[in-house]
C-alpha cells in the first residue's frame, strides 16, 4: 500500500478556519464549499495540498520543531459515532471511511483507526460536510484545496489489495456502529512529523500515532446526526464489489454440525447489565439490512480478540428484554456469532426463519436449549 509522501501527510487532514497567521475570508461557505478568499494572501489557503504549506524545508528541521515543541493537552473524550441513514447511505459511508483510512495511513490498524476517528470528528463539528463523504471529499476538485490529499493527487487510481481493503472497512464498519479511539480522541487535524505546516502553531497538539501529530481546532462541535451521503464517482468500483464481498465473507465463516449443539461446557454469561455480558456482546440489530453485514458487524466488533461473542435480537425492546435475563431463559437471537480460541474458528448462525441464507448449515437450531448449549460450547 502506497506510503505517504512528505506533502500527502503534510496535508492530509487540515481545516478551513483559517489560523492566525491568514487573514480571515470575507466569505466563508462553512459546509459545503472550499473557502472562498476575496483577497488573495501569500500563503495557500488553511486545507491547502500545496507544497507552500510546509514550513520545515526539510524532514531534518521538521523534526527539530515538532520535537521542540510540547503537547498543549491529552486528547479529549472521543464520543461514539452512531450512523443515522440507510443502507445505501451506510455502504457510501463505510466505503468513504475505508478509503481515507487506506489511503491516507496504509494498510496500519493503529494509523487507519486515527485517520477515521479524525473523518467521524470533523462530521460533528459545525464548519465541515455533515456527512462522512462530505468530509472526506471535501475541496477534492481543487489541485490545492483537497482536506484528504489521496482525493486530488491520483492515487485512487491505485486499487488497494483485497485483503488490506477487507480490514479497512472492518475498522470503518466499527468506527460508524461507535468504536473510538481515544489516542487521538477529539482531534481534527494531524501531519507527519518530517514536515512543519504554517498551520500548526494556531491549533492545539494533542497527540502522536506512529509518525503522525494530531491537532484540534476549537470550537463547533456538535451532537448532529449525519446528512445523507454523497454520490462519489470514484469510488464507483470500490462500492461495487462491496455488498457481494459482504455476503462472501458471511457465507466463507464456518458452518456449524450436530455435534456443536449437544456437546456441554461449564462456561455461563453473567447476567451484569448493559452491551457486553460475559464473553457475550448483546446486540440490536436491523433486520432492514442485510443478513451478511451482521456478520460483517460482529467480525468488527470482535477484532483483535481471541474469544468473542455475539448474540443479537430484531428490536432494541427484545434486547432490553433479554439482558437482564439468565442465559438459558433468554428468546431465541436471530444471529449469532462465535470465535473459539481454541479451535481458532469463527462462526456466524442465523435464524433461517426470519431470513434466508444459501446454506441450511448457516442456522441456528430452533430449539432455545441447543442454541444456549451452542454459545457455552467449543468449536
Not at 487507519?112 to 460533528?124: P, S, Y
Not at 489541485?143 to 472492518?170: I, L, N, Y
Not at 449525519?226 to 465473507?249: D, H, K, Y
Not at 439468565?326 to 442465523?350: E, G, K, M, N, T
Request: hydrophobic residues 45%.
Amino acid at each position: 500500500m502506497r506510503a505517504m509522501t512528505a506533502i500527502v501527510a503534510a496535508v492530509g487532514l487540515c481545516s478551513y478556519a483559517l489560523p492566525a497567521a491568514v487573514r480571515a475570508p470575507v466569505s466563508v461557505t462553512a459546509r459545503s464549499g472550499p473557502v472562498m478568499l476575496r483577497n488573495p494572501v501569500v500563503k495557500p489557503p488553511f486545507g491547502s495540498a500545496a507544497p507552500a504549506a510546509d514550513t520545515a524545508g526539510s524532514p531534518e528541521k521538521a523534526h527539530l520543531l515538532n520535537d521542540a515543541r510540547r503537547f498543549d493537552a491529552p486528547p479529549g473524550l472521543a464520543r461514539p459515532f452512531a450512523f443515522a441513514g440507510g443502507e445505501q447511505d451506510h455502504l457510501r459511508a463505510l466505503t468513504c471511511l475505508a478509503a481515507a483510512g487506506l489511503y491516507e495511513a496504509g494498510d496500519d490498524a493503529a494509523g487507519e483507526r486515527a485517520v477515521m476517528q479524525v473523518v467521524l470528528n470533523r462530521v460533528r463539528h459545525g464548519v465541515y460536510p455533515a456527512s462522512v463523504c462530505g468530509v472526506v471529499f471535501q475541496g477534492s476538485e481543487l489541485s490545492t484545496g483537497c482536506q484528504f490529499t489521496f482525493t486530488c493527487d491520483g492515487a485512487m487510481t491505485r486499487r488497494p489489495a483485497p485483503e488490506a481493503w477487507r480490514r479497512a472497512r472492518v475498522l470503518a464498519a466499527a468506527a460508524l456502529s461507535g468504536a473510538v479511539d481515544p489516542a487521538v480522541g477529539d482531534a481534527t487535524h494531524y501531519h507527519a512529523d518530517y514536515v512543519y505546516p504554517y498551520w500548526a502553531p494556531s491549533l492545539t497538539k494533542v497527540a502522536q500515532v506512529g509518525a503522525h501529530v494530531f491537532y484540534r481546532f476549537a470550537g463547533g462541535h456538535l451532537v448532529r446526526p449525519n446528512a445523507p451521503e454523497p454520490v462519489i464517482e470514484r469510488l464507483g468500483a470500490l462500492m461495487g464489489s462491496e455488498q457481494a464481498e459482504v455476503e462472501t465473507t458471511a457465507a466463507s465463516l464456518p458452518t456449524v454440525t450436530e455435534p456443536a449443539f449437544t456437546a456441554a461446557h461449564p462456561s455461563v454469561m453473567a447476567g451484569n447489565p448493559g452491551g457486553v455480558q460475559g464473553d457475550a456482546i448483546l446486540l440490536a440489530i436491523d433486520p432492514a439490512t442485510p443478513p451478511g453485514r451482521w456478520a460483517m458487524d460482529a467480525l468488527s466488533r470482535c477484532a483483535g480478540k481471541a474469544n468473542c461473542r455475539v448474540v443479537a435480537w430484531p428490536s432494541p425492546a427484545m434486547l432490553e428484554a433479554n439482558r437482564l435475563r439468565s442465559p438459558f431463559q433468554r428468546d431465541l437471537p436471530v444471529f449469532v456469532f462465535i470465535r473459539d480460541p481454541a479451535s481458532h474458528r469463527d462462526l456466524a448462525l442465523w435464524d433461517c426463519s426470519a431470513v434466508t441464507r444459501p446454506d441450511m448449515r448457516q442456522c441456528l437450531p430452533p430449539d432455545r436449549v441447543a442454541v444456549q448449549r451452542l454459545l457455552h460450547t467449543p468449536l
